[in-house]
């Protein structure tokens, strides 16, 4: 019994994550692949050496993809463990408002937001600069953070932060070598959250940013909706690569520890 | 003492505030000119005097109604389907056997995959002309595109189905296994001896344990899923269509005069959700306890 | 006899050195970079304009989906204008639908130095600047280059139908035509819409256009509306009600009857954006577009099977220009304005129409560039999917004005879509 249902699991596992993926794996190397061949007719590798050129823009839309993801972890860590934090360990009046109120970015479509939220940092003079990008990307990042992280807290006993304090040790002393190993697993499933939102944001860094950065989301995504599938399928691969690193890396935290994925068990 | 009490009163405020800051400040501000232009008032093409014409015009329109079916329905049934794929893939990934880490880690390869990417591998996959299509041709069952069975630009909106799946099921999928696997074979094995079977052991000892992972995991999908226009413009039909992509064309439209009206139907959606996810989280809460 | 011939020699050292100095500082320029033919804000002559630009970067926001325009523009535009006029161009793959926004958010926001310097922009969202008072200008008539410009042709002077009036400078030009693939039509094409509805009740589900208000969905309408009304003259003034009442039914009425024979049995029409790829997997028998090389582009890209073809209706198709403008706050105008100028020069717009280069058609007609340029693109051979100018220009048909359009894409959608 539990083997049938075990390779039944493997087979729709395996060809249903793989199939949708191999058509554009096999697009990015080929030249010419109409209908009905099952494989291209001719091949070719120029859309990976057009990603590469100067001209597709890839390679600095990349690297300010990954400098404005890096930061937008950051930031998001330093913003959303207080006060995920406080939700969790703490009853304070309003605190049912203040966790939807948190959720909003998600609810609200883009396009309400997205004008006013660019006429605000017109105001705020954020745009055309790294910081003023990296802040609107912090904006949906924050509910995934503390959603996340204020169940890890939920789960969590601060007898060892007491002991540690009782002993002397300095409340940042107590942060890095008590609570942080306690909540690394969490952490580090809620900062890929952040870092893949941030990596795909497209909208808002074509507004706040003004063109004056370019990162990869816009460059690839005026090819996913264009004719040339080649094209769009060796940029998507270049877009894809480090989020499946990312998910490499993390796996193990994934799926594994219950008070993590609590965050989403939290009612 | 009295410094030591100010400081308690006001930690919690302060670690809340940044975050708190950030959404109303940046977000809340950014939804004002938006709730501003849904009322009438957009200065730039002139208009400046309050209405809520906009917003009768769109709640009187005929195809309001349908179109917001079409959005629920479509929320509704991914969010159900992908509960109950993952609770079926988590109930078989639980276990430890040879592959299984990998198999898990395959099993999560969507959730890093951004949604327009999946649809576009999605068409190439199932479109007449797609992949799966090509491979009857060349199996002989079929000779041309309009012999194979339509799934993308239809009215079920099969492909689209397709694609909030293939995100959606690892995602509600992960929680769900991290549960499974840290709950132990133990009470199980209890009423295993105990004489009951194994729906019984799910229904009474699994589910109950799952459900709060379940239900959180499947606010976000519904939200997710109620709210976007993206995969809906790929792979439906013109018309009719969700509301999130009505709106979406009336804000594209090159008459700035359509906003407000964009504007309207996202406020009127933004709020059906809200209503719909609270009533879902009383629902969830209760089935809980009972 | 010494003195006379070392005076004589120092005269004609004084005349070359003089020549020299002369030719430096550019009246006897090889180059000579023209002059202003009007005013434009804020600049008296093109000298200033041009020493404006030196040295600065001009920001290009366009569409960025083709990795070909992407490359041409940044060769054939981008490094020629830095050589020339020491400008670096910033292009931006961001399309209309983003810099419609920024420029209109800017406004909103009171920022009086933006972001953007060029747009590649489209009639409608013109009008939308135009009418909103968010363009720089008037300007795109006074610049050197300008002079080749024919801004008596309506197709110039008017973008869909809405003055240009100095706003915008021609790019490129545009012709509406249909694909069709040899391979499921046979060689020859319908080129009357009396041929083509037979053929499309001869063989179901293979036709079909995109779903208005999508530009080419609206201007394939527009084509049945000319062939209704036997021509294009009484659409081609002011909006008219009555007139538009006259034509719309039949219109309709055709539409829906070609319905049930056309692809997925006109339960759906397509978006643009996959209507080639359907013609090139045999979803399809036909395809259309404004460029009238596309298909030659896209057989040689690999994306087209080599059985495509173009062609246009017997009684014409409609064409328009591509343009450029500037935002009322653009930073930089001057180097603006001389990338417009630039793009307008000979030397560019012959790579442009060369098939081996862009493959685009020219705003310009060849009789206004030297005898060079008119022998070079007499000898340029064109691919056979694509239609030689001669036969384009023959066929030429104008647009109608924006209101038009307006109107054509509602009624569609009322009475074909909807049902």
Same mark, same amino acid.
């Given at each position: 019994?539990?083997?049938?249902?075990?390779?039944?699991?493997v087979?729709?596992?395996?060809?249903?994550?793989?199939?949708?993926? !191999?058509?554009?794996?096999?697009?990015?190397?080929?030249?010419?692949?109409?209908?009905?061949?099952?494989?291209?007719?001719?091949?070719s590798?120029?859309?990976?050496?057009?990603?590469?050129?100067?001209?597709?823009?890839?390679v600095?839309?990349?690297?300010?993809?990954?400098?404005?993801?890096v930061?937008?972890?950051?930031?998001?860590?330093?913003?959303? !463990?207080?006060?995920?934090r406080?939700?969790?360990?703490?009853?304070?009046?309003?605190?049912?408002?203040?966790?939807?109120?948190?959720?909003?970015?998600?609810?609200?479509?883009?396009?309400?937001?997205?004008?006013?939220?660019? @006429?605000?940092?017109?105001?705020l @003079?954020?745009?055309?600069?790294?910081?003023?990008?990296?802040?609107?990307?912090?904006?949906?990042?924050?509910p995934?953070?503390?959603?996340?992280?204020?169940s890890?807290?939920?789960?969590?006993?601060?007898?060892?932060?007491?002991?540690?304090?009782?002993?002397?040790?300095?409340?940042?002393?107590?942060?890095f070598?008590?609570?942080?190993?306690?909540? !690394?697993?969490?952490?580090?499933?809620?900062?890929?959250?952040?870092?893949?939102?941030?990596?795909? @944001?497209?909208?808002?860094?074509?507004?706040?940013?003004?063109?004056?950065i370019?990162t990869?989301?816009l460059?690839?995504?005026?090819?996913?909706?264009?004719?040339?599938?080649?094209?769009?399928?060796?940029?998507?691969?270049?877009?894809?690569?480090?989020a499946?690193?990312?998910?490499?890396?993390?796996?193990r935290?994934?799926g594994?520890?219950?008070?993590?994925?609590?965050?989403?068990?939290? !009612? | 003492?009295?410094?030591?009490?100010?400081?308690?009163?006001?930690?919690?405020?302060?670690?809340?505030?940044?975050?708190?800051a950030?959404?109303?400040?940046?977000?809340?501000?950014?939804?004002?000119?938006?709730?501003?232009?849904?009322?009438?008032?957009?200065p730039?093409?002139?208009?400046?005097?309050?209405?809520?014409?906009?917003?009768?015009?769109?709640?009187?329109?005929?195809?309001?109604?349908?179109?917001?079916?079409?959005?629920?329905?479509?929320?509704?049934?991914s969010?159900?389907?992908?509960?109950?794929?993952?609770?079926?893939?988590?109930?078989?990934?639980?276990?430890?056997?040879?592959?299984?880490?990998?198999l898990?880690?395959?099993?999560?390869?969507?959730?890093p995959?951004?949604?327009?990417v999946?649809?576009?591998?999605?068409?190439?996959?199932?479109?007449?002309?797609?992949?799966?299509?090509r491979?009857?041709?060349?199996?002989?069952l079929?000779?041309?595109?309009?012999?194979?069975?339509?799934?993308?630009?239809?009215?079920?909106?099969?492909?689209?189905?397709?694609?909030?799946?293939?995100?959606?099921?690892?995602?509600?999928?992960?929680?769900?296994?991290?549960?499974?696997?840290?709950?132990?074979?133990?009470?199980?094995?209890?009423?295993?001896?105990?004489?009951?079977?194994?729906?019984?052991?799910?229904r009474?000892?699994?589910?109950?344990?799952?459900?709060?992972?379940?239900?959180?995991?499947?606010?976000?999908?519904?939200?997710?899923?109620?709210?976007?226009?993206?995969?809906?413009?790929?792979?439906?039909?013109?018309?009719?269509?969700?509301?999130?992509?009505?709106?979406?064309?009336?804000?594209?439209?090159?008459?700035l005069?359509?906003r407000?009206?964009?504007m309207?139907?996202?406020?009127?959606?933004?709020?059906v959700?809200?209503?719909?996810?609270?009533a879902?989280r009383?629902?969830?809460?209760?089935?809980?306890?009972? | 006899?010494?003195?006379?011939?070392?005076?004589?020699?120092?005269?004609?050292?004084?005349?070359?050195?003089?020549?020299?100095?002369?030719?430096?500082?550019?009246?006897?320029?090889?180059?000579?970079?023209?002059?202003?033919?009007?005013?434009?804000?804020g600049?008296?002559?093109?000298?200033?304009?041009?020493?404006?630009?030196?040295?600065?970067?001009? /920001?290009?926001?366009?569409?960025?989906?083709?990795?070909?325009?992407?490359?041409?523009?940044?060769?054939?535009?981008?490094?020629r204008?830095?050589?020339?006029?020491?400008?670096?161009?910033?292009?931006?793959?961001?399309?209309?639908?983003?810099?419609?926004?920024?420029?209109?958010?800017?406004?909103?926001?009171?920022?009086?130095?933006?972001t953007?310097?060029?747009?590649?922009?489209?009639?409608?969202?013109?009008r939308?600047?135009?009418?909103?008072?968010?363009?720089?200008?008037?300007?795109?008539?006074?610049?050197?280059?300008?002079?080749?410009?024919?801004?008596?042709?309506?197709?110039?002077?008017?973008?869909?139908?809405?003055?240009?009036?100095?706003?915008?400078s021609?790019?490129g030009?545009?012709?509406?035509?249909?694909?069709?693939?040899?391979?499921?039509?046979? *060689?020859?094409?319908?080129?009357?819409?009396e041929d083509?509805?037979?053929?499309?009740?001869a063989?179901?589900?293979?036709?079909?256009?995109?779903?208005?208000?999508?530009?080419?969905?609206?201007?394939?309408?527009?084509?049945?509306?000319y062939?209704?009304?036997?021509?294009?003259?009484?659409?081609?003034?002011?909006?008219?009600?009555?007139?538009?009442?006259?034509?719309?039914?039949?219109v309709?009425?055709?539409l829906?009857?070609?319905?049930?024979?056309?692809?997925?049995?006109?339960? /759906?029409y397509?978006?643009?954006?996959?209507?080639?790829?359907?013609?090139?997997?045999?979803?399809?028998?036909?395809?259309?577009?404004?460029?009238?090389?596309?298909?030659?582009?896209?057989?040689?890209?690999?994306?087209?099977?080599?059985?495509?073809?173009?062609?246009?209706?017997?009684?014409?198709?409609?064409?328009?220009?591509?343009?450029?403008?500037?935002?009322?706050?653009?930073?930089?105008?001057?180097?603006?304005?001389?990338?417009a100028?630039?793009?307008?020069?000979?030397?560019?717009?012959?790579?442009?129409?060369?098939? *081996?280069?862009?493959?685009?058609?020219s705003?310009?007609?060849?009789?206004?560039?030297?005898?060079?340029?008119?022998?070079?693109?007499?000898?340029?051979?064109?691919?056979?999917a /694509?239609?030689?100018?001669?036969?384009?220009?023959?066929a030429?048909?104008?647009?109608?004005?924006?209101?038009?359009? /307006?109107?054509? *894409?509602?009624?569609?959608i009322?009475?074909?879509?909807?049902?």
């Amino acid at each position: 019994m539990h083997k049938i249902n075990r390779w039944i699991a493997v087979i729709v596992i395996v060809l249903g994550v793989g199939l949708p993926m !191999l058509p554009q794996i096999i697009w990015s190397f080929a030249f010419r692949w109409l209908f009905p061949s099952l494989l291209p007719t001719e091949w070719s590798m120029s859309s990976w050496e057009y990603a590469f050129s100067p001209s597709s823009r890839v390679v600095e839309g990349f690297m300010n993809s990954m400098e404005i993801a890096v930061f937008v972890c950051f930031l998001s860590i330093l913003v959303g !463990l207080p006060a995920a934090r406080a939700i969790a360990m703490y009853d304070f009046k309003g605190k049912g408002f203040i966790e939807w109120l948190l959720m909003v970015p998600i609810i609200v479509p883009g396009i309400v937001s997205t004008l006013g939220i660019h @006429q605000v940092f017109i105001r705020l @003079q954020l745009t055309n600069t790294f910081i003023g990008v990296s802040l609107v990307h912090l904006i949906p990042c924050i509910p995934y953070m503390v959603l996340v992280m204020s169940s890890v807290f939920a789960n969590y006993g601060t007898e060892l932060e007491d002991t540690a304090r009782t002993l002397g040790a300095s409340p940042i002393r107590v942060f890095f070598s008590v609570t942080l190993p306690g909540i !690394l697993p969490g952490l580090m499933v809620a900062t890929m959250f952040t870092f893949l939102i941030s990596w795909g @944001q497209y909208i808002t860094t074509a507004l706040i940013g003004g063109g004056t950065i370019v990162t990869l989301p816009l460059v690839l995504f005026p090819f996913i909706t264009g004719i040339n599938y080649s094209n769009a399928a060796a940029i998507s691969l270049i877009f894809v690569a480090p989020a499946i690193l990312v998910l490499i890396l993390i796996s193990r935290q994934l799926g594994q520890d219950s008070a993590v994925m609590g965050g989403f068990g939290r !009612l | 003492m009295n410094r030591l009490k100010l400081i308690e009163k006001l930690r919690v405020p302060l670690m809340i505030f940044p975050a708190f800051a950030i959404v109303v400040v940046l977000f809340g501000g950014g939804m004002i000119s938006g709730l501003g232009q849904s009322v009438g008032y957009f200065p730039v093409i002139g208009l400046n005097e309050f209405t809520l014409d906009y917003y009768a015009e769109v709640l009187s329109d005929p195809g309001f109604l349908e179109s917001l079916w079409l959005t629920f329905r479509l929320a509704f049934l991914s969010t159900l389907f992908s509960s109950i794929l993952a609770v079926l893939f988590a109930l078989v990934l639980r276990h430890s056997f040879r592959g299984s880490r990998l198999l898990t880690f395959i099993y999560q390869i969507p959730i890093p995959i951004p949604h327009l990417v999946v649809a576009t591998g999605i068409v190439l996959l199932v479109s007449q002309s797609g992949l799966l299509s090509r491979g009857a041709v060349n199996l002989g069952l079929t000779q041309t595109p309009r012999d194979f069975p339509v799934m993308v630009f239809d009215q079920p909106g099969v492909a689209i189905q397709l694609t909030f799946l293939w995100k959606e099921v690892p995602f509600i999928g992960i929680v769900v296994l991290a549960i499974l696997k840290s709950i132990g074979p133990q009470y199980e094995e209890i009423a295993r001896t105990l004489g009951a079977n194994s729906w019984q052991r799910f229904r009474y000892i699994l589910l109950p344990l799952i459900m709060p992972g379940i239900l959180s995991s499947s606010i976000i999908v519904f939200a997710f899923v109620f709210a976007n226009y993206e995969i809906p413009l790929l792979l439906g039909v013109r018309y009719p269509t969700t509301l999130p992509v009505m709106a979406y064309r009336s804000y594209q439209d090159p008459d700035l005069g359509l906003r407000p009206q964009a504007m309207a139907i996202s406020i009127i959606l933004a709020i059906v959700a809200i209503l719909l996810l609270v009533a879902y989280r009383r629902l969830a809460r209760y089935a809980v306890k009972a | 006899m010494v003195q006379p011939k070392r005076s004589k020699l120092i005269l004609l050292f004084s005349i070359l050195s003089l020549l020299l100095l002369l030719t430096n500082i550019g009246l006897f320029a090889q180059e000579e970079e023209g002059e202003l033919l009007g005013e434009v804000p804020g600049f008296e002559s093109w000298a200033d304009v041009l020493a404006a630009a030196e040295g600065t970067t001009v /920001t290009w926001w366009m569409w960025g989906g083709s990795d070909t325009i992407n490359t041409n523009v940044d060769t054939d535009i981008g490094a020629r204008v830095q050589e020339l006029y020491g400008i670096t161009l910033n292009r931006v793959p961001n399309g209309a639908e983003l810099f419609v926004d920024q420029v209109l958010n800017e406004a909103a926001a009171g920022v009086d130095v933006g972001t953007i310097d060029l747009m590649w922009i489209n009639g409608e969202n013109f009008r939308t600047l135009s009418e909103a008072e968010l363009l720089y200008g008037p300007w795109s008539e006074s610049i050197p280059n300008a002079r080749y410009v024919d801004w008596t042709d309506p197709a110039l002077a008017f973008d869909f139908g809405y003055p240009v009036n100095g706003y915008e400078s021609p790019w490129g030009h545009a012709q509406f035509v249909m694909e069709y693939n040899t391979a499921l039509v046979g *060689e020859e094409a319908p080129t009357t819409f009396e041929d083509l509805t037979a053929w499309i009740e001869a063989n179901p589900g293979l036709f079909t256009y995109p779903a208005l208000p999508d530009f080419t969905g609206s201007v394939f309408v527009r084509h049945v509306f000319y062939w209704v009304a036997g021509g294009p003259e009484p659409f081609l003034g002011e909006f008219d009600q009555a007139v538009f009442d006259e034509y719309a039914p039949a219109v309709w009425e055709y539409l829906n009857s070609i319905e049930p024979n056309l692809w997925r049995n006109g339960e /759906t029409y397509p978006e643009a954006a996959i209507m080639d790829s359907m013609l090139a997997n045999q979803e399809i028998a036909f395809s259309m577009g404004y460029g009238p090389s596309d298909a030659a582009t896209n057989i040689l890209q690999g994306i087209y099977p080599e059985t495509i073809r173009t062609f246009v209706f017997d009684t014409g198709t409609i064409s328009n220009n591509n343009f450029v403008a500037i935002p009322f706050n653009s930073p930089n105008p001057a180097g603006a304005m001389v990338v417009a100028n630039y793009i307008l020069s000979e030397e560019f717009q012959l790579k442009l129409v060369d098939p *081996e280069g862009w493959g685009w058609l020219s705003p310009i007609s060849p009789a206004m560039y030297s005898e060079e340029f008119q022998a070079a693109v007499a000898a340029m051979e064109l691919h056979p999917a /694509t239609l030689s100018p001669e036969v384009l220009a023959a066929a030429a048909l104008p647009e109608p004005n924006g209101d038009w359009v /307006t109107a054509i *894409e509602a009624g569609w959608i009322a009475n074909v879509l909807e049902k």
